[in-house]
């Protein structure tokens, strides 16, 4: 049979749907079985099935539409007047055969849709949505509407490791957000502040040793009291913005100046075991924040020069 027009045994004629240019369904025009009229702003209409959509959508207000007047033999008219037509098109296009793939060009369109209506579609738009490389607050909100919890503690993980609670409460679309949603967000910024904390303490511990005589044969010439001990002082940005020096105490390192710098010995053995500590501490990404800003001060400052040259 054509795909234009076909006609049935005894010579009426059945009208099947348009197709796109990659051969999906338009929904433009009735065929035989279209029992279900979509009307939207604009005077725009999809022709559909009540057996598709019943089956692919869980909302339980529009079964209850889908279920009126089942009697009737004319189709069953529904008006969607807040909802996008092109939207519920490519909707349409993905429900049915053969089933057009949902991808980062048809998320955005489609998303609101399959999260308001509970439509089959969820698992491809929350794995599309995760595929991001890098999360804004929108990207959060659609993660709301798509009912996808999962999607919504990963995106706020992302956003509260990318930047500080004041710089998010700036921006109009947390506003935008619910408050379940919201809670989510400052949850996770007190769960990285606690991680923040735990691996401060760590490094704390790691340098710990250091203030200990750690020469047992030549203890005798250090002079610090191993029942005196300094702080170690980490620089930290609050939320803020502001950066903040806090003090670790019982975790410094021995002063040069409080050990016998005319021991040889002395002074090759603590300088070893410095080494050692500082090794395990880069190991264990102790400094990664200060070699990245470094990396950073070194490009800019290799641009100024180069413009500088120009």
């Not at 529904?78 to 996008?84: A, M, R, Y």
């Amino acid at each position: 049979m054509s795909k234009k027009a076909g006609k049935k045994e005894g010579g009426s004629k059945v009208t099947l749907p348009k197709e796109d240019e990659h051969g999906y369904s338009n929904f433009s025009e009735p065929d035989e079985t279209t029992n279900v009229i979509l009307n939207f702003a604009g005077n725009k209409k999809l022709y559909a099935h009540k057996d598709v959509l019943l089956v692919k959508c869980e909302s339980s207000d529009l079964h209850d539409r889908l279920l009126q007047d089942a009697s009737s033999k004319d189709p069953l008219e529904l008006t969607l007047q807040d909802d996008s037509y092109e939207a519920w098109l490519e909707v349409c296009k993905c429900l049915y055969p053969p089933h057009k793939p949902i991808n980062q060009d048809n998320l955005d369109i489609v998303l609101p849709v399959v999260g308001k209506y509970k439509i089959a579609l969820k698992e491809k738009c929350e794995e599309q949505l995760l595929e991001k490389k890098e999360f804004e607050l929108k990207h959060l909100k659609q993660a709301e509407e798509l009912g996808s919890d999962m999607a919504c503690d990963k995106i706020a993980e992302y956003l509260i490791k990318e930047n500080t609670m004041s710089d998010l409460e700036k921006q109009q679309e947390l506003e935008e957000l619910n408050d379940s949603t919201k809670a989510k967000l400052y949850r996770a910024r007190i769960l990285y502040l606690q991680d923040e904390r735990t691996r401060l303490d760590m490094a704390a511990a790691n340098l710990y040793g250091l203030t200990k005589p750690v020469i047992p044969a030549h203890g005798r010439c250090l002079s610090v009291d191993t029942k005196r001990f300094g702080y170690l002082c980490i620089t930290t940005i609050d939320d803020s913005g502001k950066k903040r020096r806090e003090q670790h105490h019982e975790c410094a390192l021995i002063n040069l100046n409080e050990i016998n710098r005319k021991c040889k010995d002395c002074l090759i053995n603590y300088g070893k075991e410095c080494h050692r500590q500082l090794c395990e501490l880069d190991k264990n990404g102790a400094f990664n924040h200060l070699k990245k800003k470094f990396e950073s001060e070194k490009k800019a400052g290799g641009k100024s020069k180069a413009g500088a040259k120009k």
